[in-house]
């Protein structure tokens, strides 16, 4: 990876438009910069829906539009072997009612160095980055250590003020699978070499 190409991902500059389909209606195509624009900024959460870090912020990002009207949001499906029905079904089941696009093959994903789920982008009106990194420190509201990283920078970002911490370390469940799959003409080999 180039300097130019990490530099696309420095707090303060422009996101690479980001162009995917609903998983719900996939004829329509959800835009980063022109719906940002529309609004005061955007979140873009990498989100999972057979992630166990995800379903704890099922209410969260269920009820975050109603919280945060002059934001657009939207969920991307990046995991790998989720496939778009897995998605619809798991917001059928659980509920859900967020905007959720789908990432073929993860490449927004991995053209945004975003590794786990949930992982958080703050964009401002004009898809700059804001904050980036966990919606808190994965403690619940009520316990005495629990720390809310993304709704301090939102209320910055209204505000316009600077975020006082634009990146935190994220943590969840891996959009790449980190286990090797044995590709089929080697299993078909191995087995036949047991065999003598």
Known sequence: M????????????????????SVIAP???????????????AVVVFWSSVCSHCARYD???NTFSARHPDLAF???ASRQDETEDDVRAA??????????????????????FTQQTPRV???????????RGAIDNFKYPEDSEYEAYLEPAIESL??????????TPSFGCAIQSVYYTIPRPLNVIS???KKT
């Open 59 to 61: 209410a969260y990002l």
């Open 91 to 112: 917001l059928a089941a659980r509920q859900l009612t967020f905007p959720t696009v789908y990432d073929t093959g993860s490449a927004v994903a991995r053209q945004l």
């Open 74 to 76: 939207v969920a991307i």
């Open 27 to 41: 004829h329509d195509v959800w835009r980063l910069h022109e719906t940002a624009a529309r609004h005061r900024g």
């Open 121 to 131: 982008f703050l964009l401002d009106d004009k898809s700059q980055l804001i904050y």
């Open 158 to 167: 209204l505000a316009g003020r600077p975020v006082a911490r634009p990146e």
């Open 191 to 193: 087995r036949n070499l």
């Open 2 to 21: 180039s300097p130019e190409e990490r530099a696309e991902q420095r707090i303060g500059t422009v996101l690479p438009e980001i162009a995917l389909s």
